[in-house]
């Protein structure tokens, strides 16, 4: 195993500095704990993941690395590669991205399951886009599976030039009816205004990847029918919480970066207004001067550069029961936000030793993280659990 620290010192004073930036929109307040509040154990590495998701019958781990590839971790602590990946376009942000399993497979038995998985797709002319895909999971050992059946359900249209904000997170609903994808503009600003490109957008389908009834836009022609939500940047978080309330973590410019509850229909202001500027130093304004467009719950100027988000809802951190925990990569670490209404404030922040790309509660209620980047000093796995 990886030689590392097992335990990560978190001082009050240390958090209590690391929580004491600017908000735009929100609150941010220092620290109240104290002492220790988890210890972290490293249990593998991988080369640049992206994703994570738990088989909820098996406790399996599925791992996706850009590059390509998806590896499985049991629970024991094998680890295993699926084949029958597709082939991504790796490069800048894009590559392979997403992986999430349909809803409802409880068997004991890891020999097959539905999944989805999403990823950055060549087009033609130098261009590309997200592209997400439903496949059957098939194992003949419990490390070694196989996608089978691969079919895309799903495209950005249209495919642009550059490899920049993909977005391309899944979720589904939490009654399983359906598939949520996070679409970004792609660093082309004006479409994510546009309604007749679904870039920029929250997307919302039915399971085989058909515009679901009752969007906001469905009387009108494709893609148009299958946007639930637009005027996004850079999403790179879905998650519900425990009204079943969507939110989405997105990065603004230079400074900007959002936590939004998505509302069907609602205009998230991108490129309109941002509470960041451009990079450039041109300005940009600000979300308060639009009151007719939705408002961030919070906002960070200067930029936490988020990774992945989950709402947990375990009893190891009972303090932390609700609240969002996001992975910061310019932030290194975990920050925590409690909400309040369709409001939210920043509560504390837990630096670690390297970005974090990803966040999973895991089976019994510990945090699993996965580490940005390549190399022998990134990419590991971690659980955090209760210090003491």
Known sequence: MFA???????????????????????????????????????????????????????????????????????????????????????????????????????????????????????????TRGAAVGKADLVCSAVTECALQNLKVIWRQTPKVSGRGHYSHRLRFSPDGKYLFIASGERQKFTPAQDLGANLGKVVRLLPDGT???????????????????????????????????????????????????????????WPLVSDGDHYD?????????????????????????????????????????????ITGLVATGLVRVSIDGEKAKEEARYPLDNRIREIRQGPDGAIWLLEDGEGSDSGHLLRLTPAG
């Not at 939500?229 to 009204?243: C, K, M, P, V």
């Not at 550069?305 to 190891?316: E, K, M, N, R, V």
């Open 4 to 126: 590392r620290r097992l335990l990560i010192a978190l001082s009050p004073l240390a958090m209590t500095l690391a929580s004491c930036g600017n908000a735009a929109t929100g609150e941010k307040a220092a620290s109240t704990e104290t002492g220790t509040p988890f210890k972290v154990e490293t249990l593998a590495q991988f080369d640049e993941p992206w994703a994570m998701a738990f088989d909820e019958g098996t406790g399996t781990l599925v791992v996706t690395e850009k590059k390509g590839t998806i590896r499985l971790r049991t629970p024991d602590g094998r680890i295993g590669e699926v084949s029958g990946v597709p082939k991504v376009d790796y490069g800048g942000q894009g590559g392979l991205g997403d992986f999430i399993f349909a809803p409802g497979q409880t068997s004991k038995t890891f020999d097959k399951r539905v999944v989805y998985l999403s990823w950055a797709e060549a087009g033609s002319g130098d």
């Open 211 to 269: 515009p679901a009834p009752g969007n906001p836009f469905a009387d009108k022609p494709a893609p148009t029918n299958q946007i639930w939500s637009y005027g996004h940047r850079n999403i790179l978080g879905l998650a519900f919480d425990e009204q079943g309330r969507l939110w989405d973590l997105e990065h603004g410019p230079a400074g900007g970066d959002e936590l939004n509850l998505v509302k069907a229909g609602a205009n998230y202001g």
């Open 281 to 325: 130093g041109r300005p940009i304004p600000r979300n308060s001067t639009r009151p007719d467009l939705a408002q961030p719950a919070i906002s960070w100027n200067p930029v936490i550069a988020p990774g992945d988000f989950i709402f947990y809802t375990g009893d190891l951190f009972p303090a932390w029961k609700n609240q969002a925990i």
